[in-house]
């Protein structure tokens, strides 16, 4: 029997895209609720995992005899199996997420090794320095993205050649590692990203009608949110900066910008799954 095509979340959204409000200002209040609702099922493997950060920061027993590390491991792997079961997103979505943790352990293994962030708690469950939960983090970029495509039915004007995307990914991600021999074209990057996408919008429907934005915007503020929650994640003591090895400082700014080309390729790695459609 092969998977079903579709979540749980299917039926809800039909039945919540069906009602009727009042016209005027109800309306508009309507379909700001159901933006709001959708971002947030959207954001659900994320949200746990961040509420799974700071509850195990602010309540996990110092002297437990499994390591906290390790049961934030665990219980992302749960959450992951859960939300197949109950068919919370897509076997496709899954695969994603997978992808997203094999391209995140990388980076962190080598970015742990150069000094970029630390760990400071111990485990089990690691490869080197790196404990298997960090690789969640990215994953939970891809279920975000991967989920959001889906529910917002995301369509493209102006897209430009999928190779040349794809070709600015790579460089991209060569360049988190390069850098710390070779110059840093980080500048060129984010001029190659400007001249490719400079033209395209994002249509997405929240309700009845297709809004848009241009997509270097719609990535600027999910890069910001993932910044909010990095600072969540550092406070949480869940990995830290070599600024923050003594105490917990805010998070710079200046990381926005490492976010959003991270989150460049996180929308490349998706779009080869959902394949961009223009819209008709």
């Known amino acids: 029997m092969s998977a079903p095509a579709h979540t749980r979340f299917a039926a809800v ?20 609720l159901l933006f709001g609702f959708k971002q947030g099922w959207a954001c659900l493997f994320g949200g746990l ?34 939300m197949l079961a109950f068919r919370l997103e897509t076997l496709e979505e899954a695969k994603v997420i997978l992808a997203f943790h094999a391209v995140g352990t990388v980076m962190e293994l080598f970015k742990t090794a150069a000094g970029s962030w630390l760990y400071p708690e ?20 891809g279920s975000y993205l991967a989920r959001v495509w889906r529910i917002f039915d995301f369509r493209f004007t102006a897209y430009p050649s999928p190779a040349l995307a794809g070709g600015v990914a790579v460089l991209i991600y060569v360049n988190f590692f390069a850098h710390h021999w070779l110059p840093d074209i980080r500048l060129a990057l984010f001029a190659a990203l400007i001249l490719l996408f400079a033209r395209t919008r994002i249509w997405f429907r929240v309700w009845r009608e297709e ?6 915007v719609g990535w600027l503020l999910v890069a910001l ?8 994640g550092t406070f949480a003591n869940a990995w830290r900066y070599p600024s923050q090895k003594h105490e917990w400082a805010m998070v710079s700014p200046a990381k926005l910008g490492a976010w959003y080309l991270l989150m460049y390729i996180s929308f490349i790695l998706v779009a080869v799954v959902h394949k961009p459609q223009g819209k008709a």
């Open 122 to 141: 111990a485990s089990v469950l690691r490869i080197g320095a790196v404990p298997l939960f960090s690789g969640f983090m990215y994953a939970a970029v």
């Open 49 to 82: 995992m961040l509420a799974l950060l700071l509850g195990t920061h602010l309540f996990y027993p110092a002297d437990a005899a499994l390591a906290r590390y390790d049961f934030l491991t665990l219980a992302a792997l749960t959450i992951q199996a859960a």
């Open 211 to 216: 809004r848009w934005m241009p997509l270097l």
């Open 225 to 232: 949110f993932i910044w909010f929650a990095e600072n969540i």
């Open 13 to 32: 959204r039909t039945a919540l895209e069906q009602y009727e409000p009042r016209p005027g200002w109800h309306s508009w209040l309507y379909e700001f």
